[in-house]
């Protein structure tokens, strides 16, 4: 390793640990932490509350790692700036890509280490994760937040759609519960053959399928005419207590796993598993699905591909920046990189899942972007 490289290695790793601390703990603070103080609050016992915060860290950490090599870049080469010890290596004949190439091979090195630690790492802890919340909800939790999910035939078309508005752990019941059932009959695929809507529905057997109760609702059943094909007969029963559905009307999961239905998330899965899901999805035809899975497949790739586009912004803006800059400022212009970045990832992130654009370009459009303006600050730096 040359002087220079080792001259840079120093100046970035300190930078890049204490940016990676800080990073990481006020992403857990703003996105996590109220979610463990909630769970506190409705009762939660301390050890769970713990075990989910650890739980929740490894995530974390992977959306942390590019923001660290940012941080680590601006401060690293800010201070060269302000030392005027760019200034020497400049005038020895060292250009800034060769000063920076140390910083382009750090980033890469992040980018890698994010993508393993994202695929091999975060899954297990995620899908640990889920099934603690879920345990956990199904003892105290409360919850006012609308649920949705289509239940799938052995096709892969829907056979019902449920819509849930919370749900009450302690009473193991749902709120404002409305079953769609949807026809079996190829002919009127798509067309509804029965609806049940009740103000509470109350699992009998936390773990059983289609053991529940129904309180304060009413049955709506279409019977199409058998030449036609027209709905000639709509029958409505209201009803007090229903204890079983006689159109196995039910919200097709127990109500354990009701819960869990919100808590569900694309990293539970590694790159290979995710892709697999897309690739089924698409070949039984379910292409808005297989759409927005594909979002989140290229995001594995682009979010850690961050770490390099970051490391040369970093760099770049370090030594355009008059005399460098103290650590304050530093911190400051990263956090607002970081914010500008990920919202407009974020806002592509929609645009993909909506089908508003390819996913592979949705996914990785911020760092395209990312990438042609830390370009340019190279260019203007080398000059």
Not at 286 to 310: D, M, Q, S, T, W
């Amino acid at each position: 390793m040359r002087l220079i490289d080792k001259l840079l290695l120093r100046d970035l790793i300190g930078p890049f640990i204490n940016g990676l601390a800080m990073f990481t703990i006020l992403v857990f603070s703003v996105a996590f932490l109220p979610q463990a103080m909630d769970a506190l609050l409705q009762g939660a016992g301390v050890g769970i509350v713990l075990k989910l915060i650890l739980l929740m860290i490894p995530e974390v950490i992977t959306q942390t790692l590019p923001m660290a090599m940012l941080l680590s870049g601006l401060l690293g080469f800010g201070r060269l700036s302000g030392d005027s010890e760019a200034v020497a290596i400049f005038a020895s004949g060292i250009s800034f890509p060769r000063a920076a190439r140390t910083v382009v091979v750090g980033g890469a090195l992040v980018s890698l280490v994010a993508f393993v630690w994202n695929d091999v790492v975060v899954p297990p802890c995620k899908l640990e994760f889920v099934k603690s919340r879920q345990q956990l909800a199904s003892k105290v939790m409360k919850s006012d937040r609308p649920l949705d999910y289509p239940i799938r035939n052995n096709d892969g078309n829907i056979d019902k759609y449920v819509t849930i508005a919370g749900f009450d752990a302690p009473t193991h019941s749902l709120k404002d519960v409305t079953i769609i059932q949807y026809s079996r009959d190829e002919k009127r695929r798509g067309e509804i053959e029965a609806e049940l809507f009740c103000k509470r529905a109350v699992a009998k057997d936390l773990k059983a399928i289609n053991d529940w109760a129904y309180y304060d609702g009413r049955l709506t059943v279409f019977t199409p005419d058998n030449v036609t094909g027209a709905v000639n007969d709509v029958s409505v029963t209201l009803f007090a207590e229903l204890k079983s559905s006689p159109q196995s009307l039910s919200p097709g999961r127990s109500f354990v796993d009701v819960m869990g239905s919100d808590i569900t998330d694309p990293s539970a899965l590694n790159f290979r598993d995710l892709r697999k899901e897309v690739l089924q999805d698409r070949k039984q035809g379910r292409i808005v699905e297989a759409r927005g899975k594909e979002v989140n497949l290229y995001g594995k790739i682009a979010l850690p591909l961050a770490g390099v586009i970051f490391g040369l912004l970093g760099a770049a803006l370090g030594c355009n920046t008059q005399r460098g800059g103290s650590k304050t400022v530093g911190f400051g212009m990263a956090v607002f990189i970081v914010f500008l970045y990920y919202v407009f990832y974020r806002s592509m992130w929609v645009v993909g899942q909506n089908g508003g654009m390819p996913p592979i370009l949705a996914s990785f459009l911020a760092d395209i972007v990312g990438m042609v303006i830390a370009t340019a600050l190279a260019v203007k730096a080398s000059r």
